[in-house]
């Protein structure tokens, strides 16, 4: 990971109303559906947050870029918590998608889908596949990175 500034850590008073915020959205989109798993999503918020808004290189407008960081989510169920910082970072979900949480044809379905929501790097369901997805996807990028970089270590 490249070495980051203490400034770019570093936790404001917009970044906390913004984890609020993340909180409320996730209460707000079971409580619409009226089944759901808020509390992954309102617990996780400030550790999705600072990856996705600190920490992860990622370009919502180019989802596939290569260098890109990658989010796994290991527990499917707590898609909104994916699905929120999305949001967030402008993926091109809307606040309409994530009140159509769970839904038939919806961007947001209960479970994260490859492919079919932009920024969703696995279908994810089953606990305890994560892990070794991660690893297996940090293994494949370090292979990359070694395949275009000559000098990497």
């Not at 917009?14 to 999503?41: F, I, M, S, W």
């Amino acid at each position: 990971m490249p070495h980051l500034e203490e400034q770019e850590l570093s936790w404001t008073d917009l970044d906390r109303k913004a984890v609020d915020t993340v909180r409320v959205l996730a209460a707000d989109a079971v409580e619409k559906v009226g089944n759901g798993h808020p509390g992954t999503a309102m617990s996780l918020a400030p550790a999705a947050y600072l990856l996705f808004q600190k920490l992860m290189r990622h370009d919502p407008k180019n989802p596939d870029w290569l260098g890109r960081d990658r989010f796994i989510l290991s527990p499917g169920h707590t898609s909104l918590t994916l699905y929120i910082q999305l949001f967030l970072a402008g993926y091109g979900l809307e606040l309409e998608d994530l009140e159509a949480l769970r839904t038939w044809g919806s961007l947001t379905p209960g479970h994260p889908e490859y492919k079919h929501t932009a920024g969703v790097e696995i279908t994810t369901g089953p606990l305890g596949q994560g892990l070794a997805s991660a690893v297996g996807f940090a293994y494949s990028q370090r292979r990359m990175r070694g395949l275009f970089d000559a000098d990497a270590p």
